[in-house]
């Protein structure tokens, strides 16, 4: 069964970085591509980036230059890396693979304040 567990979330100010990670298991994670989303308070939860086994990463156009998606097969963890973070952020993430597992995980809560 698909496990996903979401962490580094945390409360910091406008321009400041987190480093958020997630830890999949029950997946073959070397073969499938990753996922980070957002849950804004009061919206419907939205991608954000994706990475494919192979490494490339892809972007929407709010988090590009901002955030970097990044994978190491070794410990089957996906990592989001925040920079320059903006109130806007301010959210529950969430990772999956793709496509989607149904088992989501409890997702990491990101907080800025301005």
């Known amino acids: 069964q698909v496990r996903l567990v979401e962490s580094g979330g945390g409360l910091v100010q406008a321009g400041g970085s987190l480093r958020l990670s997630c830890a999949a298991s029950g997946i073959d994670f070397s073969r499938d591509d990753m996922a980070w989303y957002r849950q804004a308070p009061g919206k419907q939860r939205t991608f954000l980036t994706r990475i494919s086994s192979s490494g490339f990463a892809l972007y929407t156009a709010p988090v590009k230059g901002r955030f970097t998606i990044s994978r190491d097969i070794a410990k089957n963890t996906v990592y989001l890396q925040l920079n320059n973070l903006q109130p806007e952020d301010t959210g529950v993430y969430y990772c999956?693979?793709?496509?989607?597992?149904?088992?989501w995980g409890q997702g990491t809560q990101v907080t800025v304040s301005s």
């Open positions: 999956n693979t793709l496509p989607n597992s149904p088992n």
